[in-house]
């Protein structure tokens, strides 16, 4: 179901939201992530697209019409969740 996915999507994507980059330990080698509200710059986003076989074709189908929809998601301003619908 969609609905449901796209809540799941939505949970994803703002927990993700609250970890930060330390840039200053990338150079290092090493990736230190922090987690909290009030971060300063270099927040970790993400975004999500989404389909269901419902209303697609086939599996290739579907991950096109998932591809679809995570590049409207990253097109219409990133750190998003988008279903693909087929209206």
């Known amino acids: 179901d969609l609905g449901i996915a796209n809540l799941v999507g939505d949970r994803v994507r703002k927990r993700i939201e609250c970890f930060n980059i ?23 986003t993400v975004s999500v697209g989404g389909a269901s076989l419902r209303n697609i074709g086939d599996q290739d189908d579907l991950l096109e019409c998932a ?5 409207n998601a990253k097109e219409s301003g990133k750190n998003k969740v988008i279903m693909y619908s087929r209206e």
């Open 22 to 44: 330390d840039t200053s330990k990338i150079s290092k080698g090493k990736l230190h992530l922090t987690y909290g509200p009030n971060l300063p710059p270099n927040k970790v």
């Open 67 to 71: 591809d679809q929809a995570l590049y």
